[in-house]
């Protein structure tokens, strides 16, 4: 149980474009969500927090125009980057905190690359 | 604020040897503490976690963690490692105030040789 899925696995776009990542809940359903990236050789870097039906919550210097956060479902969340640039190429990592267990489950990553 | 510090980036050992992969925090309240592992190009995976009780907790894959308070330290080790166990872990801490942001150290390979 507790498995978060992400969609695409990888990602490769043209400057200029949007990516719309998204990530599930398979098994439970998840009243939070996060969004780290992860640039290469480094840790998790927070985002944004997003919470089934409201607006997210973002980091410190996370543009929020930029990074589009929709938690519609108490299953699914979407980051979309919009007008990506070389410099948004990261692994974009979600996870997904369960209502009724005190713990937060990873989906695999998805890798964006922007040339 | 809290900060995790992974004093290590890279740890080379030899397959059968015993690891510890060390971890330090800063925090003004309690936190809860956790170590994960990633596999190239895979999300996290939780090893173990410490929210209160016994301060030595056992994880997965043989690993386990000591939690001390004194020394706000809260390093992993495994007394035998495998070729498999070569993979990036991640030393972590959350508030036990009820907030779930989570905060993680810089990671440090481990890289288990023949």
């Known amino acids: 149980g507790a498995v978060v899925s992400q969609h695409p696995s990888r990602v490769i776009c043209k400057s200029g474009t949007s990516v719309k990542i998204e990530c599930r809940s398979l098994?439970?359903?998840?009243?939070?969500m996060f969004w780290y990236r992860q640039f290469p050789k480094q840790s998790l870097m927070l985002m944004a927090t997003?919470?089934?039906?409201?607006?997210?919550?973002?980091e410190q210097g996370v543009e929020k125009d930029k990074f589009l956060i929709n938690h519609a479902s108490l299953t699914l969340s979407t980051l979309t980057v919009t007008s990506a640039h070389p410099e948004d190429s990261s692994f974009y990592i979600c996870?997904?905190?369960?209502?009724?267990?005190?713990?937060?489950?990873f989906g695999p990553g998805t890798r964006l690359t922007v040339l | 604020a809290q900060s995790v510090t992974q004093l290590d980036s890279q740890v080379p050992v030899f397959e059968e040897a015993p690891v510890e992969l060390r971890c330090n925090y800063s925090?003004?309240?309690?936190?809860?503490l956790f170590w994960y592992v990633q596999y190239p190009n895979q999300g996290l995976q939780l090893l173990l976690k410490y929210l209160s009780g016994s301060t030595l907790v056992k994880g997965i894959n043989g690993f386990e963690a000591e939690f001390n308070k004194s020394q706000t330290s809260f390093h992993l080790r495994k007394p035998s490692v495998h070729i498999s166990d070569t993979a990036e872990y991640f030393c972590a801490v959350r508030l036990n105030t009820g907030g779930f942001k989570t905060i993680f150290g810089a990671g440090t390979r481990l890289f288990v040789k023949a």
């Open positions: 925090s003004s309240v309690s936190v809860y």
């Open positions: 996870s997904a905190r369960a209502q009724t267990v005190n713990e937060q489950f």
């Open positions: 098994d439970f359903q998840a009243t939070t």
């Open positions: 997003s919470n089934e039906g409201s607006k997210a919550t973002y």
